[in-house]
Nanobody, 121 residues
Framework: QVQLVESGGGLVEAGGSLRLSCAAS????????MGWYRQAPGKQRELVAR????????VYAESVKGRFTISRNNAKNTVYLQMNSLKSDDTAIYYC??????????????WGQGTQVTVSS
């Protein structure tokens, strides 16, 4: 019922910046929470950041605090992740996540397909 599509990944130099976006489409009554997760080779998927309605309060992993910023455009059902001062340890596949209230007030969690972020030095 809902599809999440990420974009904005790519190859970037250490210390550089990148902005990821994720657009949700489908039958959506409201999006309660959206977030970004990442998975590096040989590691578990981990939370990077999330943003929670209606206050748009945010949560960040300690490793990205002060460098990454999550934001939403609710009218477009889109979440962004601005990544600054990128490090090689940030290299991972980044996945969009959304907690969605859809048709008939069903609440479900959806995942995007992921976008690769590679940081070189």
């Amino acid at each position: 019922q809902v599809q999440l599509v990420e974009s904005g990944g790519g190859l970037v130099e250490a210390g550089g910046s990148l902005r990821l976006s994720c657009a949700a489409s489908g039958i959506i009554f409201s999006i309660n929470e959206m977030g970004w997760y990442r998975q590096a080779p040989g590691k578990q998927r981990e939370l990077v950041a999330r943003i929670i309605s209606p206050s748009d309060s945010t949560v960040y992993a300690e490793s990205v605090k002060g460098r990454f910023t999550i934001s939403r455009n609710n009218a477009k059902n889109t979440v962004y992740l601005q990544m600054n001062s990128l490090k090689s340890d940030d290299t991972a596949i980044y996945y969009c996540n959304a907690d969605v209230t859809g048709r008939y007030y069903q609440v479900r969690i959806y995942w995007g397909q992921g976008t690769q972020v590679t940081v070189s030095s």
